[in-house]
């Protein structure tokens, strides 16, 4: 076998190239299935802190329409509800904000470091103190010194 007659022989090309090709699409098809995955993630991540917060905020507006239902300047003992809430949702810690409002009561759940929030808005007739308390266990109790409903950390 001469030199020449190697050089210009193309019978082992087709095989190496096909499977060149072939590794090449592969590679691309699993990298954009990595990259649509990770972004699927991440939505539902975000769609679960979501929910979580808005879990959070209706909780604590439950209490407070709970307790609005009481006659409590004519109470002679506290009432107060307390109820357990995640100290971090999606390893985040997060605030309770309660607003009054002259139409409706506010309540504000933030995730900061996540830039998430959730808010409930419901109606009521005994007055709210505004608060902010960290994530955590909470209790809604009626504060008879300021006259309102008030949540505090508990």
Do not use: H, W
Not at 1 to 29: E, F, Y
Not at 59 to 65: E, M, P, Q
Not at 94 to 113: K, L, Q
Request: charged content about 20%; some cysteine.
């Amino acid at each position: 076998m001469n030199l020449d007659s190697l050089l210009s022989d193309s019978r082992g090309v087709s095989p190496a190239v096909t499977q060149a090709l072939t590794i090449g699409i592969t590679s691309l098809l699993v990298t954009g299935l990595l990259i649509g995955g990770s972004q699927m993630v991440d939505s539902q991540r975000e769609r679960v802190t979501e929910e979580a917060l808005e879990n959070v905020g209706d909780g604590v507006a439950r209490d407070l329409i709970r307790l609005d239902t009481f006659d409590t300047e004519s109470l002679n003992s506290t009432v107060s509800f307390r109820a357990t809430y995640p100290e971090r949702i999606a390893d985040q810690s997060y605030n309770v904000e309660v607003s009054p409002d002259t139409s409706r009561t506010r309540v504000y759940v933030n995730a900061s470091g996540l830039n998430r929030y959730a808010v409930v808005r419901f109606k009521n007739e005994t007055n709210v103190c505004p608060s902010v308390v960290s994530s955590g266990p909470l209790a809604v109790s009626y504060n008879r010194t300021a006259g309102c409903m008030e949540v505090t950390r508990g």
